[in-house]
Antibody, heavy 119, light 107 residues
Framework: EVQLLDSGGGLVQPGGSLRLSCTASGFTFSGDAMSWVRQAPGKGLEWVSTISGRGGSTQYADSVKGRFTISRDNSKSTLYLQMSSLRSEDAAVYYC????????????WGQGTLVTVSS | IVLTQSPGTLSLSPGERATLSCRASQSVSSTFLTWYQQKPGQAPRLLIYGAASRATGIPDRFSGSGSGTEFTLTISRLEPDDYAVYYCQQYGGLLWTFGQGTKVEIK
């Protein structure tokens, strides 16, 4: 059974930094691209970032480019999202998701971790 | 590519048919059009991929159709477990976008 466990969320001040983690099990982690998708309170889903299976290729939404960094440690089956220069509009539940390529859909999701940006 | 879902909210009784629309600002290959279901406090769940293929474990009362810029999710007969928010999503050019969602609520 595939499991994705998101963690690392919390309260951070505007301009601050936070690192999210997603620990995976139940599949060959290094064989799959992974993504982060976020959902602001009461709002819809927004794709944030994607990383290839080996970590050599990354993509970012314009809204986070230059501020967020996606990475992975395949030896630990863990996905990361380093977030810096956080803004109030970054407040959301962040989900890690397993990406099915080449069709580009998210077939497994973590339970989400809440990031609150406030002074 | 912008995805626009309609209606924003659909109020229907159990047993009724639900028809949800997803319109794309540019043509989308059917291969790259996906539907998800999300219930309050839960992560989204994959429902339909490739515009018309049901994901594992999805009941056959859910069906997807469409091509080009117009896609539809149909729930043939609503059951209590189906009341949720539904999102369409497309993939293209190494970018992923979601529609704003359609809420299906009990009438």
């Amino acid at each position: 059974e595939v499991q994705l466990l998101d963690s690392g969320g919390g309260l951070v001040q505007p301009g601050g930094s936070l690192r999210l983690s997603c620990t995976a099990s139940g599949f060959t982690f290094s064989g799959d691209a992974m993504s982060w998708v976020r959902q602001a309170p009461g709002k819809g889903l927004e794709w944030v970032s994607t990383i290839s299976g080996r970590g050599g290729s990354t993509q970012y939404a314009d809204s986070v480019k230059g501020r967020f960094t996606i990475s992975r440690d395949n030896s630990k089956s863990t996905l990361y999202l380093q977030m810096s220069s956080l803004r109030s509009e970054d407040a959301a539940v962040y989900y890690c998701a397993k990406l099915h390529l080449p069709d580009g859909y998210f077939d497994e999701w973590g339970q989400g971790t809440l990031v609150t940006v406030s002074s | 590519i912008v995805l626009t879902q309609s209606p924003g909210t659909l109020s229907l009784s159990p047993g009724e048919r639900a028809t949800l629309s997803c319109r794309a600002s540019q043509s989308v290959s059917s291969t790259f059009l996906t539907w998800y279901q999300q219930k309050p406090g839960q992560a989204p769940r994959l429902l339909i991929y490739g515009a018309a293929s049901r994901a594992t474990g999805i009941p056959d009362r859910f069906s997807g159709s469409g091509s080009g810029t117009e896609f539809t999710l149909t729930i043939s007969r609503l059951e209590p477990d189906d009341y949720a928010v539904y999102y369409c999503q497309q993939y293209g050019g190494l970018l992923w976008t979601f529609g704003q969602g359609t809420k299906v609520e009990i009438k």
